[in-house]
């Protein structure tokens, strides 16, 4: 029998970088900006959730090192727990938390399309029963599900070359992004003053109190690096390669969103990061510096990314599935691989479930989760 082991060290770092890198970073410093309110406490917020999740991360690598078996989170579960609480975890993550993410990453693939396709759009209603109508942007959201859970039906090394294609692509356009605000923030569009005070002048309490709350958005944009766990039984060497790729995924994505801060700072300052129109950083920082057309410079990136963060979110979940349908607490069928060594079947349960999430979906930016 083929090796089903074909992750990479490459694959398997770029599957958790795709998960990783959503929407929120161009999204969520604006609401962390209003609370915190200088420049100085913004990256602190950046740097903490960095050593958070890296953290966590080398966790998860080591019981992933213990324990490589499709099913990830799931598996530890059961094992440090009983079936019982694998069972309340994956039936909550197929119910809700991923299938979910699915259909609200999806939705926001739709979205930033309508800029460059305007008859994508939630107005524009296809048929309607009742009093409810069916978008060409939920048709767009549901066709980008099925297409991709199709593709994931191939052995998952094909699934997995798409995740790196998209990832190379969003890394470098994320770190693009970076260059411009840079240069063009040391260039009349920005001050390096903007980074001055750095940090209230008296720190109590109730700055820590605020800053721990300010957290809560960069944690969820940092979220989805556990999906790798998910494919733990795919991977080559794991217990060298999922701790490593856990470790060099995290700490790349990490310091990229910092990096976007430094420029969001150096460009609009912490004021005009915390009046960014509709939390829209990105789309403001590029406006500021290329006009009207970082506007399509930011959707284009943003499709990019949902696109390659929802690869991932449907490539790794199928396993949880078929791992829960060997142990009985599944339907059965999921339990089956095709010839391809995919979790074929469960891959069509969730995109099922995913579709019919999609016209109650609320679009949510802050990173592949819709939080």
């Known amino acids: 029998m083929e090796d089903k082991k074909k992750l990479s060290l490459l694959d398997s770092t ?149 995740q790196n294609i998209f990832t190379i692509i969003k890394v470098l356009a994320l770190l693009l992004l970076v260059i411009l605000g840079l240069y063009f923030g040391m260039h009349g569009h920005g001050s390096a003053e903007n980074f001055s005070p ?53 700490a790349s994505v990490i310091g990229i969103y910092i990096l976007a801060n430094v420029a969001y700072i150096y460009v609009l300052g912490i004021d005009g990061i915390a009046a960014a129109d509709n939390k829209r950083l990105g789309s403001v920082m590029m406006q500021n510096i290329l006009g009207s057309n970082g506007n399509y410079f930011m959707a284009a990136m943003i499709m990019v990314s949902t696109f390659g963060c929802l690869n991932g979110c449907i490539l790794s979940a199928a396993r949880v599935y078929y791992a829960m349908a060997n142990d009985k607490l599944f339907f059965r069928p999921a339990a089956k691989l095709n010839k391809n060594g995919s979790p074929a079947r469960s891959l069509v349960f969730q995109c099922i479930w995913a579709s019919s999430l999609v016209p109650t979906a609320i679009f949510s930016t802050t990173s592949c989760l819709p939080s």
């Open 14 to 162: 770029t599957l958790i970088m795709g998960s990783m890198i959503g929407s929120g970073i161009f999204i969520v410093s604006a609401d962390i900006a209003k609370q915190v309110h200088t420049p100085g406490m913004l990256l602190l917020a950046w740097i903490v959730t960095g050593v958070i999740t890296i953290l966590g991360a080398l966790s998860y690598g080591e019981l992933a090192a213990m324990m490589p078996k499709a099913g990830g989170q799931y598996v530890y579960l059961r094992e440090a727990y009983n079936k019982m609480i694998g069972f309340l975890y994956g039936w909550t993550l197929f119910s809700v938390i991923q299938t979910g993410t699915i259909a609200a990453v999806a939705m926001a693939f739709a979205l930033f399309t309508g800029v460059f396709v305007p008859e994508i759009s939630p107005a524009n209603i296809i048929f309607s029963i009742g009093s409810f109508g069916v978008s060409t942007q939920q048709v767009l959201a549901i066709a980008v599900i099925i297409l991709l859970s199709w593709y994931n039906f191939r052995a998952v090394k094909t699934g997995a070359m798409l």
């Open 198 to 250: 750095a940090f209230p002048d008296v720190i109590g309490w109730t700055t820590i109190s605020i800053f721990g709350a300010a957290l809560t958005g960069s944690l969820f944009s940092a979220d989805a690096w556990n999906n790798i766990t998910f494919t733990a039984g795919e991977v080559r060497n794991p217990q060298r390669n999922l701790p490593l790729s856990l470790l060099i995924g995290t």
